[in-house]
Nanobody
């Protein structure tokens, strides 16, 4: 059974940083992505990484501020978020898939339950 468990969310002031973690079990190295869904918004893909970590992809909304990485020894994926803005407030989900380095929801087959990030002064 494939399981993805996110952690690391919380409340932070604008300009602050958070690091999200996602521990994956039940599946070997696959493409991993981070998605988010803000209040009243559709879920959007923001970052993805290849199975060997050689390639990454970011949405324009987070490029230059967020960094996705993974640790093959622990089968974990991370999202380092810097220079956070109120617009980054959302539920953040990690997801796994086999379709490629994508930011498209339909390309990911495995999903975690999400972790809440709130950016507010």
């Amino acid at each position: 059974q494939v399981q993805l468990a996110e952690s690391g969310g919380g409340s932070v002031q604008p300009g602050g940083s958070l690091r999200l973690s996602c521990v994956v079990s039940g599946v070997g190295p696959v493409y991993m992505g981070w998605f988010r869904q803000g209040p009243g918004k559709e879920r959007e893909g923001i970052a993805s990484i290849s199975p060997n970590a050689a390639r990454t992809r970011y949405s324009d909304s987070v490029k230059g501020r967020f960094t996705i990485s993974r640790d093959s020894s622990t089968n974990a994926v991370y999202l380092q978020m810097n220079s956070l803005k109120p617009d980054d407030t959302a539920m953040y989900y990690c997801a796994g898939g086999v379709s490629g380095l994508s930011l498209v929801i339909g390309d990911f087959q495995f999903w975690g339950q999400g972790t809440q990030v709130t950016v507010s002064s």
